[in-house]
């Protein structure tokens, strides 16, 4: 295989921050992909229809020309009224749900994930047709956090049967697992986690650009992911979490957490495919199947892929911003060769 085709690429879990990080990062991602799933956890969060349509101009300002849509979510909380909700709903694609101080810029949070304390919200959810996105990390050990969690998808999704409830960025054979027990969940996996264990992390000398929230787990959860993509699961979708911070707070001690994979994450998925002789499910796994689980149309984009090789940059910058890309300074053996809007 010399060229591969990806029609409307798809990254159904994306950070693209703001200001000149967003200047940066927002056409790395918006030059390949037909769209993303946005993540709303700004400073402060994006919980108003006034913030959210204002992120929503910055975004298109920053990747305009590029025949991207981004799709908007807003930060969860537990007193979003019906009407509130009803008005917004043609704004947003899902609600993000982040347990308090779980991950990067979380802090405000829910602080209890008991199914009375949510139950105003996501009803209205239900009720209205409105996904809940949830990044699924209990407070427990770092390894066990999202098996520890996955009670918790259980009882969402036996007491909100008509909510559609997306585990984000799993990183276990459990949530995996979890996947065809109940009709009404759904997953997404990130680039990193179909790659890395925790040993590439922190098995030799501390590689801080591959710390991310959740962590990389085991080679069995490796496994099970991998499977999963290769396999096309009609139930699981590409998206990236992309995580871009500055260089000089990865570099540091108390290393923030993130991976950033935007500008490599297709050519790097070909290869992934390639490698396992399953190219021909790729275009379900990185498009067909968001389209599916969500239910809309696509920009329409090809990408055509080309077996060249490609010298991943050893930091992108703007301005006053710096960030070390995955897989920095490295070889790949696949480049994107041309893009069809």
Same mark, same amino acid.
Not at 253 to 265: E, L, Y
């Given at each position: 295989?010399?060229?591969?085709?990806?029609?409307?690429?798809?990254?159904?879990?994306?950070?693209?921050?703001?200001?000149?990080?967003?200047? /940066?990062?927002?056409?790395?991602?918006?030059?390949?992909?037909? +769209?993303?799933?946005?993540?709303?956890?700004?400073?402060?969060?994006?919980?108003?229809? %006034?913030? /959210?349509?204002?992120?929503?101009?910055?975004?298109? %300002?920053?990747?305009? +020309?590029?025949?991207?849509?981004p799709f908007m979510t807003l930060f969860f909380k537990n007193d979003y009224s019906y009407e509130f909700l009803e008005e917004i709903k043609e704004h947003i694609i899902g609600i993000k749900l982040y347990p308090a101080?779980?991950?990067?810029? =979380?802090?405000?949070?829910? =602080?209890?994930?008991?199914?009375?304390?949510?139950?105003?919200?996501?009803?209205?959810?239900?009720? /209205?047709? !409105?996904?809940?996105?949830?990044?699924? *990390?209990?407070?427990?050990?770092?390894?066990?956090?999202?098996?520890?969690?996955?009670?918790?998808?259980?009882?969402?999704?036996?007491?909100?049967?008509? /909510?559609?409830? !997306?585990? *984000?960025?799993?990183?276990?054979?459990?949530?995996?697992?979890?996947?065809?027990?109940? *009709?009404?969940?759904? #997953?997404?996996?990130?680039?990193?986690?179909?790659? !890395?264990?925790?040993?590439?992390?922190? +098995?030799?000398?501390?590689?801080?650009?591959l710390f991310c929230k959740p962590i990389a787990k085991r080679y069995e959860d490796r496994t099970a992911l991998l499977t999963a993509a290769l396999e096309a699961h009609p139930k699981l979708m590409f998206g990236s979490d992309s995580a871009p911070h500055p260089k000089h707070k990865k570099e540091c001690?108390?290393? #923030?957490?993130?991976?950033?994979?935007?500008?490599?994450?297709l050519q790097v998925l070909t290869d992934l495919f390639e490698k396992h002789k399953k190219l021909e499910n790729l275009n379900a796994f990185v498009s067909l199947n968001a389209q599916k689980v969500y239910n809309f149309k696509a920009i329409d984009k090809k990408i055509t892929l080309i077996k060249k090789d490609f010298t991943v940059p050893a930091v992108y910058e703007y301005?006053?911003?710096?960030?070390?890309?995955?897989?920095a300074g490295e070889i790949l053996p696949w480049s994107i060769e041309s893009i069809e809007k």
């Open positions: 295989m010399q060229k591969f085709e990806i029609n409307s690429p798809l990254d159904m879990h994306l950070h693209l921050r703001d200001a000149d990080m967003l200047a /940066l990062v927002g056409p790395l991602t918006s030059k390949s992909f037909s +769209g993303a799933l946005i993540m709303p956890n700004l400073v402060p969060p994006v919980t108003t229809k %006034e913030a /959210l349509l204002s992120y929503k101009d910055r975004i298109n %300002e920053a990747c305009k +020309g590029d025949g991207f849509e101080g779980i991950t990067t810029n =979380s802090e405000t949070g829910v =602080s209890s994930m008991d199914i009375e304390n949510l139950r105003p919200t996501l009803e209205n959810m239900s009720k /209205l047709g !409105i996904p809940l996105c949830v990044h699924g *990390e209990t407070n427990g050990f770092v390894m066990d956090r999202e098996k520890e969690f996955m009670p918790i998808y259980e009882s969402l999704a036996q007491n909100f049967p008509n /909510l559609k409830i !997306i585990m *984000e960025h799993i990183t276990t054979k459990d949530a995996v697992e979890l996947l065809d027990k109940y *009709e009404n969940l759904y #997953a997404t996996v990130t680039l990193h986690h179909l790659l !890395i264990t925790l040993d590439d992390v922190a +098995g030799g000398a501390l590689n801080p650009h001690c108390g290393c #923030a957490a993130g991976v950033f994979t935007a500008p490599i994450a301005k006053n911003e710096t960030v070390v890309p995955m897989y």
